[in-house]
């Protein structure tokens, strides 16, 4: 059996969590921030496209970004 918070307890457990919400936020705009410009940087490097190597590491940090993401929501 789940129990039902109160508004009153719904309002201060949001208020309480508030700043760890920020900061994950803060964290995973970051994380997006970072993988975009490096994929930006190696596509310079390769001319429009980033060399493979750097695809499959490009590839990974976007799964990151992914998961870091779904574990928030």
């Given at each position: 059996m789940t129990a039902t918070l109160t508004?009153?307890?719904q309002s201060h457990q949001r208020?309480?969590?508030?700043g760890a919400r920020?900061?994950?936020?803060l964290a995973v705009n970051n994380l997006v921030s970072?993988?975009?410009s490096y994929?930006?940087?190696m596509a310079e490097i390769g001319n429009g496209c980033?060399?493979?190597s750097e695809t499959l590491h490009i590839?990974?940090?976007w799964a990151s970004v992914g998961q870091f993401a779904e574990i928030e929501a």
């Open positions: 508004p009153f307890e208020a309480a969590t508030l920020i900061v994950e936020a970072q993988t975009q994929e930006a940087r980033p060399p493979l590839g990974l940090m």
